[in-house]
C-alpha cells in the first residue's frame, strides 16, 4: 500500500530526476511536564551560503529541493533532497561549501524520491531510502569513495514507501521504517537480505512508521498513531508504547543517551531521557518546522523541507 501524502510541496528543482510529496497529521502534544526554551538556530541556507542564528524571527530560506532525510560523518552533512532526486553533501567546518553528488547506477533502478538516508562512520557508505511508486519502494548503497562521484546500487526493492533508516554500530545491520507496510524491517549487510520484521501490536490502530532509532539494544520509532514505541531489538513481536504522544512525530536521533524526537505538527523538539522515558526539555522551533533529526555527536541538525534548508541547535 502506498499511503497517501499531505505535506505542502515545494516546487521541483530538477538537480538528478523526479519529483514527489511528504506527509503529515494532527494532534496534540502530551506526556510528562517539559522546560520550554527557545534555542539558538544557525540555518544554513545552500542557495548563498551565508549563516544567520536566529531566535524564532520568521526566515524565508531556500535552495534544497524539499529535503527530508539527514546524516553526518566524517565532518560532512548529507541531505536526502525529495524533489531533486539528489543527495546534498554539507561541509560542517564551511557550511558554505554545497556539492550535489552525481550519481551513477549499477543497475537500472534509479532513485526517484529519496527520503530516509543513513550513513557509515567512516562515510564511505550512504544508504537512501526511496519511497517512489518508480521502485515500489527501494534501499540504495551508495558508494562514496569516488568523493562527489558516486555510484549507487539497489540492495533492496520489496520494500513498500520506505521512510526512517537507522544503521546498527556494527554496521551490519540496516533498520528501514516501512512506512507503506506498517511494519519496521531490519535488512542484512551488504546483500540487503529481509532479516526480521518487527510488527506491532492491534491496539495500534494506525502505525505507519516515519522514523527509527537505535539505542542500547532497543529499536525506537515513531509512527502516524502520534507515538513513540520500541522493540528489544533481538524480539520483533514484543512492541512496548512508551505512553508518549506528540502532534506529529517525524524524526528521531539519540545524543549522549537522550532520544531527541521532532514534531513537526507542534514545531518542537523533544528531548527524552531514556532511562526514565520522560520529556525533559522542549525546544520552540517556529516557525520552523522540523522533519528529520541528525547528530555530530554534539550538535542537533534537522531539516526543515518546506523551507528548503538545513537548521542546527548548538549543545542541546
Same mark, same amino acid.
Given at each position: 500500500?502506498?499511503?497517501?501524502?499531505?505535506?505542502?510541496?515545494?516546487?521541483?528543482?530538477?538537480?538528478?530526476?523526479?519529483?514527489?510529496?511528504?506527509?503529515?497529521?494532527?494532534?496534540?502534544?502530551?506526556?510528562?511536564?517539559?522546560?520550554?526554551?527557545?534555542?539558538?538556530?544557525?540555518?544554513?541556507?545552500?542557495?548563498?551560503?551565508?549563516?544567520?542564528?536566529?531566535?524564532?524571527?520568521?526566515?524565508?530560506?531556500?535552495?534544497?529541493?524539499?529535503?527530508?532525510?539527514?546524516?553526518?560523518?566524517?565532518?560532512?552533512?548529507?541531505?536526502?533532497?525529495?524533489?531533486?532526486?539528489?543527495?546534498?553533501?554539507?561541509?560542517?567546518?564551511?557550511?558554505?561549501?554545497?556539492?550535489?553528488?552525481?550519481?551513477?547506477?549499477?543497475?537500472?533502478?534509479?532513485?526517484?524520491? =529519496?527520503? /530516509?538516508? !543513513?550513513?557509515? $562512520?567512516?562515510? #564511505?557508505? *550512504? +544508504? &537512501? @531510502?526511496?519511497?517512489?511508486?518508480? %521502485?515500489?519502494?527501494?534501499?540504495?548503497?551508495?558508494?562514496?569513495?569516488?568523493?562527489?562521484?558516486?555510484?549507487?546500487?539497489?540492495?533492496?526493492?520489496?520494500?513498500?514507501? =520506505?521512510? /526512517?533508516? !537507522?544503521?546498527? $554500530?556494527?554496521? #551490519?545491520? *540496516? +533498520? &528501514? @521504517?516501512?512506512?507503506?507496510?506498517? %511494519?519496521?524491517?531490519?535488512?542484512?549487510?551488504?546483500?540487503?537480505?529481509?532479516?526480521?520484521?518487527?510488527?506491532?501490536?492491534?491496539?495500534?490502530?494506525?502505525?505507519?512508521?516515519?522514523?527509527?532509532?537505535?539505542?542500547?539494544?532497543?529499536?525506537?520509532?515513531?509512527?502516524?498513531?502520534?507515538?513513540?514505541?520500541?522493540?528489544?531489538?533481538?524480539?520483533?513481536?514484543?512492541?512496548?508504547?512508551?505512553?508518549?504522544?506528540?502532534?506529529?512525530?517525524?524524526?528521531?536521533?539519540?545524543?549522549?543517551?537522550?532520544?531527541?524526537?521532532?514534531?513537526?505538527?507542534?514545531?518542537?523538539?523533544?528531548?527524552?531521557?531514556?532511562?526514565?522515558?520522560?520529556?525533559?526539555?522542549?525546544?520552540?522551533?517556529?516557525?520552523?518546522?522540523?522533519?528529520?533529526?541528525?547528530?555530530?555527536?554534539?550538535?542537533?541538525?534537522?531539516?526543515?523541507?518546506?523551507?528548503?534548508?538545513?537548521?542546527?541547535?548548538?549543545?542541546?
Amino acid at each position: 500500500m502506498f499511503k497517501t501524502i499531505r505535506w505542502t510541496i515545494m516546487t521541483c528543482a530538477v538537480l538528478l530526476a523526479g519529483c514527489g510529496g511528504g506527509g503529515g497529521g494532527g494532534g496534540s502534544t502530551t506526556g510528562a511536564t517539559t522546560t520550554t526554551s527557545t534555542p539558538v538556530v544557525t540555518i544554513v541556507p545552500p542557495s548563498d551560503g551565508s549563516s544567520t542564528s536566529v531566535t524564532g524571527s520568521p526566515l524565508n530560506l531556500g535552495g534544497l529541493p524539499y529535503p527530508q532525510g539527514i546524516a553526518i560523518a566524517g565532518g560532512k552533512l548529507y541531505v536526502a533532497n525529495s524533489n531533486g532526486a539528489s543527495i546534498s553533501e554539507i561541509s560542517l567546518a564551511d557550511p558554505t561549501q554545497v556539492q550535489t553528488i552525481s550519481l551513477s547506477y549499477s543497475s537500472a533502478a534509479h532513485i526517484a524520491y =529519496p527520503t /530516509g538516508i !543513513a550513513v557509515n $562512520a567512516a562515510g #564511505t557508505k *550512504l +544508504y &537512501v @531510502a526511496d519511497a517512489s511508486s518508480t %521502485n515500489t519502494g527501494a534501499v540504495f548503497e551508495i558508494d562514496l569513495t569516488g568523493g562527489t562521484s558516486a555510484i549507487a546500487s539497489q540492495i533492496s526493492g520489496a520494500l513498500d514507501n =520506505p521512510y /526512517g533508516l !537507522a544503521l546498527s $554500530a556494527d554496521e #551490519t545491520t *540496516l +533498520y &528501514v @521504517a516501512n512506512h507503506g507496510a506498517g %511494519n519496521v524491517v531490519s535488512l542484512s549487510l551488504p546483500t540487503g537480505a529481509l532479516q526480521s520484521t518487527y510488527i506491532y501490536t492491534a491496539s495500534d490502530a494506525q502505525p505507519y512508521p516515519w522514523d527509527v532509532a537505535l539505542y542500547s539494544g532497543t529499536l525506537f520509532e515513531v509512527d502516524e498513531s502520534k507515538a513513540l514505541g520500541s522493540w528489544p531489538i533481538t524480539s520483533p513481536g514484543a512492541f512496548n508504547p512508551t505512553g508518549l504522544s506528540f502532534g506529529e512525530p517525524t524524526g528521531l536521533v539519540v545524543i549522549s543517551g537522550y532520544l531527541f524526537v521532532s514534531d513537526y505538527l507542534t514545531q518542537q523538539i523533544l528531548k527524552v531521557d531514556l532511562s526514565s522515558l520522560s520529556v525533559v526539555k522542549t525546544y520552540n522551533v517556529a516557525p520552523y518546522q522540523p522533519f528529520y533529526l541528525a547528530t555530530d555527536g554534539t550538535n542537533l541538525y534537522f531539516t526543515d523541507a518546506n523551507k528548503g534548508a538545513v537548521e542546527e541547535i548548538m549543545n542541546p
